[in-house]
């Protein structure tokens, strides 16, 4: 029978973080400040574990590499997407992320294009977003004279906003903001700035990549185009954030369900889905599965047909076909 997984969390300690992600989601959260939610990983530095069927108890990687037919018969030898719950209590270091090509030779690791759905953004809330410089000359001197307002660009956000982040974009989720990120999977972070913090665990200054940053860094800036469009389907909406070709990567959709949803996998390989708002079910093959906020979970490519009942809202990836 053909069925979803169910992903078990993985939770990141941040010196940004916060307790959001246990009073929003209701997950138990170990003890600090918990910055991320692994929701949906391959990566090795947190694995999801599957938590039903046949596979439960296995990691996702490893169902990947050894079932290939139920992932499309992939390409790619690693699980290609993550997707994370971000909170944000305190701003995020600003930062830059490699293509592919500079962070397979450098960090032996995916390059990392990304994008956030804005779960709850406080007012006045903004992101660190693009930057001024016109050559890479100007970046590096703007950078060696700390000119950090004059450099770095500010996008405000508000709760329900999409924004994308191609690799090579100077950016930073800031105070107050808590994000649904779906990212290629990768764990390279490049730190430009980082309103010189102390770290009160280690009592040291965390680790800046300032040679990296310039030289991954886009320049000039320009802003990324997006391809929304949003259809209705009887009392129920399906947006569609971005998609090939405007993302290389991956495609980002949001599905609000007022009563009752039938959905195709169509020509994608396989699609991974979480809850952000409301509760319902998730009806495969005749089996229910009740969801609520916080659950997440993948459809393998042997699920063609799902139907969604309920109150609830959901954003959904899925990998572009060349991977």
Not at 20 to 41: H, M, N, R, V
Not at 42 to 55: L, V
Not at 134 to 140: A, F, G, M, S, V
Not at 184 to 206: A, F, N, P, W
Request: glycine letters at 8%; hydrophobic letters at 35%.
């Amino acid at each position: 029978m053909s069925e979803p997984f169910f992903l078990k969390p993985v939770f990141h300690e941040k010196i940004w973080g916060g307790r959001k992600l246990a009073t929003d989601f209701g997950y138990d959260l170990p003890d600090g400040k918990i910055g991320e939610c692994w929701a949906i990983s391959g990566h090795p530095h947190g694995p999801s574990f599957i938590e039903n069927g046949q596979f439960a108890g296995q990691k996702l990687a490893d169902v990947y590499v050894q079932h290939p037919d139920l992932f499309g018969k992939p390409t790619s030898k690693v699980f290609p997407l993550l997707t994370k719950i971000l909170d944000a209590e305190a701003s995020l270091s600003v930062q830059v992320h490699p293509d592919d090509e500079y962070a397979l030779k450098h960090e032996h690791d995916l390059g990392k294009t990304e994008c956030w759905y804005i779960i709850n953004a406080e007012p006045g809330a903004y992101l660190t977003y693009g930057h001024t410089a016109k050559t890479r000359e100007q970046l590096k001197e703007m950078i060696d004279n700390h000119e950090w307002d004059k450099l770095l660009g500010k996008l405000p956000v508000k709760t329900g906003d999409f924004v994308y982040v191609p690799s090579g974009t100077i950016h930073a989720l800031n105070k107050g903001i808590e994000a649904l990120e779906t990212q290629q999977s990768s764990d390279t972070t490049y730190r430009l700035y980082d309103y010189d913090r102390v770290d009160k665990k280690t009592g040291k200054k965390r680790d800046l990549h300032i040679k990296q940053s310039i030289d991954v860094t886009t320049v000039p800036f320009k802003m990324p185009e997006l391809n929304t469009s949003v259809k209705h389907i009887g009392n129920n909406t399906v947006t569609t954030f971005i998609e090939p070709p405007k993302s290389k990567f991956f495609s980002v959709y949001k599905w609000d369900v007022n009563d009752e949803l039938t959905l195709q996998r169509g020509d994608r390989a396989y699609m991974l889905a979480s809850v952000i708002t409301g509760e319902g079910t998730l009806t495969i093959d005749g089996k229910d599965y009740p969801l609520h906020r916080g659950v997440h979970f993948l459809m393998p490519h042997d699920v063609d047909e799902w139907t969604l009942k309920g109150k609830i809202m959901l954003i959904a990836s899925t990998p572009h076909s060349r991977i």
